[in-house]
């Protein structure tokens, strides 16, 4: 037994062998009712003998396109198309909502998100959070003010992402 690659192969009988056909005999001279089109795919066969790729595999009867030439496979691929019909339009517009939905919600999400920064009495502390203002930032978060405590920036103030909102309460 060698160590050759692809013995393995061969012996279990599983090597690749191609087949190869004769060429098929070259068409006559196409008549003149034959379009110009045509004639010279014709006119290219004369040129080029077939290979190994153009001719059908045993067993399998030919591609339909294969016996009309080239015009006759356009025809075949455009039927392939139909337009869409009221049935896919049922079962698109409910994906397409769905999809819709879940960007402007995710959109909707990292728009809104900011990160701030919360010290309260010196011990600072990063959040996530929803909130529009410094009001709602500290009711979030569960911080009474007594009359005399100072809030940087001001109470109402707009949040925005990256601030640092810090509460010290005056003694």
Request: some cysteine; aromatic content about 2%; glycine content about 8%.
């Amino acid at each position: 037994m060698s160590n050759s690659k692809g013995s393995h192969r061969a012996a279990r009988g599983r090597g690749r062998t191609e087949v190869v056909r004769p060429p098929a005999p070259l068409p006559a001279a196409a008549p003149a009712s034959v379009p110009l089109h045509e004639r010279l795919t014709l006119a290219a066969w004369a040129v080029h003998a077939p290979t190994v790729v153009d001719l059908p595999s045993p067993g399998r009867p030919p591609a339909p396109h294969a016996t009309g030439g080239r015009a006759a496979a356009r025809r075949a691929a455009r039927r392939h198309w139909a337009p869409i019909g009221p049935e896919s339009l049922r079962r698109l517009v409910p994906q397409a909502l769905v999809v819709a939905f879940l960007a402007g919600g995710t959109t909707a999400f990292v728009a809104c998100d900011k990160a701030v920064t919360l010290d309260v009495d010196g011990r600072p502390r990063t959040l996530h959070t929803f909130a529009d203002d410094v009001d709602e930032l500290l009711a979030d978060q569960g911080v009474t003010l007594a009359a005399r405590d100072s809030v940087t920036p001001a109470l109402g103030s707009e949040l925005a992402d990256g601030d640092e909102v810090v509460v010290r309460p005056r003694r």
